[in-house]
């Protein structure tokens, strides 16, 4: 089965940092790749990173552009995303998905949509304040 679980969530001060991760099973990083998506409240699902690791690419949303970082360890089966300079807007809860068609949607550059993405792990939630 695949499965995907988020956790690294927290309360930080704007300017502050924080590392996600993802533990995932049931697949590996060569088979599928991953992204990170988070929602605020009252707000739509966004696309923040994905990370393709048959060929090393990874993608950012222009909000995260510069201050997140998303990783693979193949040894551990966890999908990192490393977020510095935060800011209040990064603020809502992240999850961590996948699908075998999920490359798809990068390659036709829609991977912030999530369209090809089956399966979802449970949220983390990121709070920053100002």
């Known amino acids: 089965d695949v499965q995907l679980q988020a956790y690294g969530g927290g309360l930080v001060q704007a300017g502050g940092s924080l590392r996600l991760s993802c533990a995932v099973s049931?697949?590996?990083?060569?088979?599928?790749?991953i992204g990170w998506f988070r929602q605020a409240p009252g707000k739509e699902r966004e696309g923040v990173a994905c990370?393709?690791?048959?060929?090393?690419?990874?993608y950012y949303s222009d909000s995260v552009k510069g201050r997140f970082t998303i990783a693979s360890d193949n040894a551990k089966n966890t999908v990192y995303l490393q977020m510095n300079s935060l800011k209040p807007e990064d603020t809502g809860v992240y999850y961590c998905?996948?699908?075998?068609?999920?490359?798809?949607?990068?390659?036709?550059?829609?991977?912030?949509?999530?369209?090809?993405?089956?399966?979802w792990g449970k949220g983390t939630l990121v709070t920053v304040s100002s």
């Open positions: 998905a996948t699908g075998p068609h999920f490359r798809s949607d990068i390659y036709g550059g829609v991977w912030s949509l999530g369209r090809l993405t089956d399966y």
């Open positions: 049931g697949f590996t990083f060569d088979d599928y790749a």
């Open positions: 990370i393709n690791d048959r060929d090393g690419s990874t």
